[in-house]
């Protein structure tokens, strides 16, 4: 095959190769675009993941405080509650004493009338 050259002295095949490269480069700019693309939508996912992750954790925070409060306060309320019943116990058995020794007094009492 003969080479012919054109007016800027290229062969057609150089010319061929030029133009082949030309459009290889240009879709490996365009591929190259469409990566960045890609990446700068891949960060800002991430970049938004980020921020609700840290806004849940915000939120679980505010919750174990609020959950630390709520059984303080459940604490609290059963401490008073087992005080209360222990006063209640307590005059419970000072009064089943009172009456026991009425009991006892009344079973003397029957006794020496018999």
């Known amino acids: 095959m003969q080479l012919t050259r054109n007016r800027f002295g290229k062969t057609r ?4 190769t030029s133009v082949v490269a030309a459009l290889l ?9 469409h990566a960045d693309a890609a990446t700068d939508a891949a960060i800002a996912d991430v970049k938004t993941s980020v921020t609700t992750v ?3 954790v915000k939120l679980l925070a505010a919750q174990v405080t609020t959950l630390q409060a709520a059984v303080a306060t459940l604490i609290d309320s059963f401490g008073d509650q087992l005080n209360e019943i222990l006063a209640t116990q307590a005059t419970l058995i000072a009064t089943l004493a009172k009456i026991q020794a009425q009991i006892t007094a009344m079973q003397k009492a029957s006794a020496k009338k018999k």
């Open 25 to 33: 480069v240009s879709g490996i700019g365009a591929s190259s675009a």
């Open 54 to 56: 840290n806004d849940n």
């Open 13 to 16: 095949k150089a010319l061929a």
